[in-house]
């Protein structure tokens, strides 16, 4: 069946720090891929997509490239801010629905000052 | 941007009691719009989808009885969680799409926290 991985949280770190949230997935045929955020307070955002194999998704100085032969979608930014404290959601669309999203589990990030 | 209202954002019922949850999309008109539950440290998982006018397809395991989904309008679908028990306990969050690609982004709710005494 169709399913999300992602690593588990808290992850902390110190503003400007590199953050890399592993996601990979298992999927028939071909799904689109993305990265959801729900900061504190708020609904769930999309935060970047990409629609097919080596695509890069990028927003908010994140990216996430999608790699079919390591079935992985994984998330980064070069220097967070506090402001990025949220948690982060990767999800796919499964095919020969209605667009519904199957989602990881979620990874709450914490940046300090 | 495109908005979903979701109401109420807490609730607190007794047991054997029926809560209405309510999702309106405010800017734009919602063709389908998702039901999904999320409990501590879990994924989101979807409960049901529903299409504007007809009935709403349940995921496998999910009591369409006990979980009724009205989609009355193309701006609001109501989620009633009939005769609850602590059980049901959990946040529940709409989803909406305004548009008919399927990877077309989805809107979401913020959320109602549920809790069932």
């Known amino acids: 069946g169709n399913s999300v991985t992602q690593m588990e949280g808290p992850v902390t770190l110190s503003e400007e720090a590199f953050l890399t949230i592993n996601c990979t997935y298992t999927?028939?045929?071909?799904?689109?891929l993305f990265w959801y955020v729900q900061y504190p307070g708020e609904g769930l955002q999309l935060l970047l997509k990409a629609t097919k194999a080596d695509d890069k998704g990028s927003n908010k100085g994140f990216e996430a490239t999608y790699r079919k032969e390591t079935t992985s979608f994984h998330l980064e930014k070069g220097s967070v801010q506090v402001s990025d404290s949220a948690v982060y959601f990767c999800a796919l669309t499964r095919r020969g629905s209605q667009g519904n999203l199957i989602f990881g589990k979620g990874t709450k990030l914490s940046v300090k000052p | 941007g495109a908005v979903v209202s979701q109401h109420p954002s807490r609730v607190i019922c007794k047991s054997g009691t029926s809560v209405k949850i309510e999702c309106r999309s405010l800017?734009?008109?919602?063709?389908?719009m998702f039901w999904y539950r999320q409990f501590p440290k879990q994924s989101l998982m979807l409960m049901a989808t529903s299409n504007e006018g007809s009935k709403a397809t349940y995921e496998q395991g999910v009591e369409k009885d006990k979980f009724l989904i009205n989609h009355a309008s193309l701006t609001l679908s109501t989620l009633t969680v009939t005769s609850a028990h602590p059980e049901d306990s959990s946040f529940y969050i709409c989803?909406?799409?305004?548009?008919?690609?399927?990877?077309?982004?989805?809107?979401f709710g913020n959320g109602t926290r549920l809790t069932v005494t």
């Open positions: 800017d734009f008109q919602a063709t389908t």
């Open positions: 999927a028939t045929g071909y799904p689109s």
């Open positions: 989803s909406a799409r305004g548009g008919t690609v399927l990877d077309s982004p989805l809107h």
